[in-house]
């Protein structure tokens, strides 16, 4: 009898292990529903405030533009791609998605995930709540 695994036309390396022929030591445990809810509140904002800076971003850079084309001179285009700068600054100060490849496995979601950079959004997040969270904590002793 063939086993239909073992004649998968794919590379062994890219087949999925059958439930419970997993080796090497367990994950970490999934997030809780708390941390879940607030990655997804943080999610939704940083959706947000994505979007206001797009729509501002885009009205800008049409100013910058025609300023740089009434100006003309050796600097045209100046103001222009300062203001393309000033988008990708404000781009990577939100970081939209990349704290998300290691929040699921991260004991705190994407606060812990986003504290690889912590002059992202995600890291002044995460300075703020430890911050109350200790306030908090030593009002409570």
Same mark, same amino acid.
């Given at each position: 009898c @063939?086993?239909?695994?073992?004649?998968f #036309? $794919?590379?062994?390396?890219?087949?999925?292990a059958?439930? &419970?022929?997993?080796s090497g030591?367990? &994950?970490?445990? *999934?997030?809780t529903?708390s /941390?879940? /809810?607030r990655?997804?509140?943080?999610f939704?904002?940083?959706?947000?405030?994505?979007?206001?800076g =797009?729509l501002?971003?885009?009205? !800008? *850079?049409i100013i *910058? @533009?025609l300023? =740089?084309l009434i100006r003309?001179? #050796?600097? +045209?285009g100046k103001?222009f791609y300062w !203001?393309?700068?000033a988008?990708?600054k404000?781009?990577l100060?939100?970081?939209l $998605?990349?704290?998300? +490849?290691d929040a699921?496995?991260?004991?705190?979601g994407?606060?812990? *995930?986003?504290?690889?950079?912590?002059n992202? @959004?995600?890291? +002044? /997040?995460?300075?703020? !709540? +430890?911050e109350? &969270? =200790?306030?908090?904590?030593?009002r =409570?002793?």
């Open positions: @063939l086993d239909p695994v073992s004649t #036309p $794919y590379p062994r390396r890219m087949r999925r059958a439930p &419970g022929n997993r030591p367990p &994950g970490p445990q *999934a997030p529903n /941390i879940l /809810i990655d997804l509140l943080i939704e904002l940083k959706l947000f405030l994505d979007g206001m =797009d501002v971003l885009s009205q !800008v *850079a *910058a @533009l300023w =740089d003309g001179g #050796p600097e +045209k103001t !203001v393309l700068r988008g990708e404000w781009d100060w939100l970081n $998605y990349r704290p998300a +490849k699921q496995h991260s004991g705190d994407l606060l812990e *995930a986003g504290m690889a950079d912590a992202s @959004l995600l890291g +002044k /997040i995460e300075s703020l !709540v +430890k109350k &969270g =200790d306030d908090i904590s030593s =409570d002793h």
